[in-house]
């Protein structure tokens, strides 16, 4: 397996991993099936590429969560220097909403 599908089957079992309630709505994997499908959100090997080339560094946690009605992918990497990066992204676009560093 290559680092990048690593990175991606490993990016998609974090979506389905418990985060914290208190920080947004989780969602379940058919809803996640559905949102992919239907163009809603974007796929997590185009979401983790757009990651990389704002931080490179290694996968870390990868969630989809729902925030006051929007889709966001809260990413974390570890950086070369060891720090942690936290990017959220706009799961329609990629774009970056806000970035946080550990």
């Known amino acids: 397996m290559t680092r990048h599908q690593l990175m991606a089957t ?16 989780r969602l379940d994997h058919d ?4 949102l992919r499908e239907t ?5 997590m ?4 590429a757009g990651a990389q080339s704002v931080q490179p560094g290694q996968l870390v946690e990868a969630e989809l ?3 006051d009605g ?5 990413i974390e990497i570890l950086a070369a220097d060891g720090t942690i990066h936290k990017l959220y992204l ?6 970056v909403i ?3 560093e550990k």
């Open 10 to 25: 490993t990016g998609l079992g974090l979506l389905l991993a418990m985060g914290s309630p208190q920080a947004s709505e």
């Open 31 to 34: 809803e996640i099936k559905q």
């Open 39 to 43: 163009g809603a959100i974007l796929p």
């Open 45 to 48: 090997e185009q979401v983790m």
């Open 65 to 67: 969560e729902r925030k």
């Open 70 to 74: 929007a889709y966001r992918y809260e």
């Open 90 to 95: 706009d799961a329609a676009t990629g774009d």
């Open 98 to 100: 806000k970035r946080k």
